[in-house]
């Protein structure tokens, strides 16, 4: 299923632009946003299928964010998947209480990211 629609939200470049390559190169159509600002105005003019969403970020946490893409009816269908670093116990609750659909420890395992958004792709699918 090659071409779905993700963006990519983290504060790090570099997490970013590695993030971004790996999933360009396996055939979708990636967008980045380096806040959740910048997020909301992505999603103004893109609409993904998938969000992969950094949880720690400064100003809007990914968590907030998360909740107000899922009390908005444009948003709300929208698979979300979290992020984060320093992962801490109670955090993956925390995101899905926050409305995540699934939740990833970094650093990322580039070999494995591929298969993992894959699974929740497909089963999105109508």
């Given amino acids: 299923m090659a071409g779905e629609r993700i963006l990519v939200v983290d504060d790090n470049p570099l997490n ?9 190169g396996e055939g979708y159509d990636v ?8 997020a909301l105005a992505v999603l103004a003019v ?3 299928h998938l969000i992969l969403m950094d949880i720690r970020m ?3 946490d990914g968590l907030e964010l998360t909740r ?43 070999r494995s990211l591929p298969q993992f958004l894959r699974r929740y792709l497909t089963r999105a699918a109508p």
């Fill in 16 to 24: 970013l632009k590695m993030t971004r390559l790996l999933l360009v």
């Fill in 31 to 38: 967008r980045t946003a380096e806040d959740s600002q910048e």
């Fill in 46 to 48: 893109f609409r993904p």
């Fill in 58 to 60: 400064p100003g809007m």
């Fill in 68 to 110: 107000r893409l899922r009390a908005d009816p444009a948003t709300q269908d929208v698979i979300i998947v979290a992020l984060t670093a320093n992962a801490m116990r109670g955090d993956e609750e925390s995101a899905r209480e926050a409305g995540c659909n699934g939740y990833i420890a970094k650093p990322i395992d580039t």
